[in-house]
């Protein structure tokens, strides 16, 4: 049964995402002066923001690592509690992103007045979609030169492909920006010239220059509601709405995420976020949480304390939990006891001794638990469904600077993977070097720049270099024996592998058993899954990890003395080295989804370059003077670009890129 106390009523788990150097971390930080939990603005450009408090943040001036604070807002005099992470905007980071956005309830999506709607909105505004999370829009930087609030709402709806309500008008433009007409009320809200974080606004009439435009976009507002909700056509078919009217028909689409409200300002001028706080509180969803349920919550992210050791941040979606419980972890099975139970508020803790369904709190003494994995009540198990993180698509080669510090970096580099699942360290089989993989060249320059920072691990880093996969493009079969006596107890296993490839949907790898009679007993089937993973990590043809490939146990043979789990994981580790051998297989390289904005005059240039990096040009857009051009371009011919763009564009253009998808490598 779903609770209804009203404290759960009044609380609001919501992220703010955006392109990078939008305003996200500013608006963020305007939004904990306002609520209290900071008495000072932290400007990003200062290094002194709240949110950003890792030092590899301060000295870059982008965000990192998402950020968790909690604070209260105050509206129509109920208190809410608004659980805020603050998410990275470089695509290098978009892991971190997706699992915030696994347990929020409600975003907050800041885009550039001047800029619109970026290439990475749209990637976190995809990421939302696939989530089901609702969303308000903020339209920010309307104090600069080239604003263009009109233009932001139609990239929303035709970039985005999104239902926008604007529900505010930018009063006035660039740095003659003064505050916001709020088309509900249809009043006006006005600050300061100069205002200071914490300054109220001025609630006036719309002045008369400004009266008909206001009138048109509120008939526009109103006849959009009217299109998307029935309860609110039949109100606005009898006459006015009232204002109660179009928030709660607001609610319903923004809730039901069949439209979004879009509100404006200036974060950095301190314009516009009391009506932001406002409008999550109105628009965006409280936690559907199951208070009287056993206890069950998610594991989303993991940090490292100098002083509290390994704290765990978890979203509790049922039941409560209290400091000295025990919860049971089911991925493997074993109970831990939670030690401390935090409120975060970024890198400051405030203890407390329970939290309820709706929660977001950081938990120490969860020592076996990782990113994804389920916590809840030992006597009632259950597993929610996991979080799933990208493999690398960059490697490169790490290693000690002094031999003392060998183990040191071992030590770091194991931290580093438990905070950041989409961070893999391996051994490469050829030469035996470590290898860190990552999602492009900030994020691991960031992680070699931590080790030093951090854990005062100074590196030799290699050149980056494209992490390969390896597939296999038709279907094989092999049978093999494993046998080995020294005296004594032996070794003995057969088995009998079916591989072929996955053509359908994006699943890595698939183990089937087929095997019936006994011939394979059931407890050695997980050792022979096992060993079929071993041998695609280390792949065939050049090391790479292997994608892409089913694997069906037919048949085999045991000992009754001889077979252990390790006999039939060596087995099938060989044998499916031996299929994949005849199974013709390939080597796939990561293809970038690039998109590239350069000056009208330089387009031929930048396409011409495309060419000779074995791109293809998917479109080609114009907007105002500029070309958008998105293409698709294998990793390998990107190292470098950034420079060459510079060249070509006298400086003028600019580019982001993402994983787009594995294709065939060349032979060569």
Known sequence: MLTTNRY??????????????????TTTERILFYTGVSHRVGEVHDGAAVTDFMKQERDRGITIASAAVSCHWTLDGVRHTVNLIDTPGHVDFTIEVERCLRVLDGAVAVFDGVAGVEPQSETVWRQADRHGVPRVCFVNKLDRVGADHERCVAMIADRLGAVPLPVQLPLGTGPGLRGVIDLITMRALVWPADAEPGDAYETTVVPSSHADRAARWRARLLETLADHDEVFTEVYLNGEPSADDVHAAIRRLTLANAATPVLCGSAFKNKGVQPLLDAVVRYLPSPEAAGDDPFSALAFKVTTDPHVGALIFVRLYAGRLVRGQAVLNPRHGRRERVAQIFRIRADRREEVTEAVAGDIVAVRGLRETTTGDTVCDPAHPVELAPIEFPAPVLELAVEPRTHADQERLATALR??????????????????????????????????????????????????????????????????????????????????????????????????????????????????DEGCQEAMRTGILHGHEMTGVRVTLLDGDFHNVDSSELAFRIAASKAFREAAQNASPVLL???????????????????????????????????RGTRTIEAEIPLAEMFG??????????????????????????SN
């Open 8 to 25: 759960q009523s009044t609380v609001r788990n919501i992220g703010v995402m955006a392109h990078i150097d939008a305003g996200k971390t």
């Open 415 to 528: 931290v580093l993977t438990l905070e950041d699942p989409s961070f893999k360290v391996r051994a490469d089989p050829r030469t035996g070097q470590t290898l860190i993989g990552g999602m492009g060249e900030l994020h691991l320059e960031v992680q070699v720049t931590r080790l030093a920072d951090d854990f005062g691990v100074e590196t030799n880093v290699g050149r980056p270099r494209v992490a390969y996969r390896e597939t296999i493009t038709r279907e094989a079969t092999a049978r093999l024996t494993w046998k080995k006596q020294t005296g004594g107890k032996g070794q003995y296993a057969q088995v009998e592998l079916r591989i072929e490839p996955i053509t359908e949907g994006d699943a890595t790898y698939e183990f089937v058993n087929r095997v019936t009679g006994g011939r394979v007993p059931r407890e050695y089937v997980p050792a022979v």
């Open 589 to 623: 390289e990561p293809v970038m989804a690039v998109e590239i904005t350069t000056p009208d005059d330089h387009t031929g240039d930048v396409i011409g370059d495309l060419g000779a990096r074995r791109g293809r040009v998917r479109a080609l857009t114009d907007d």
């Open 641 to 666: 670009y950034v420079a060459t763009l510079r060249t070509l564009t006298q400086g003028r253009a600019t580019y982001t890129m993402h994983l787009h998808t594995y294709a065939q490598a060349p």
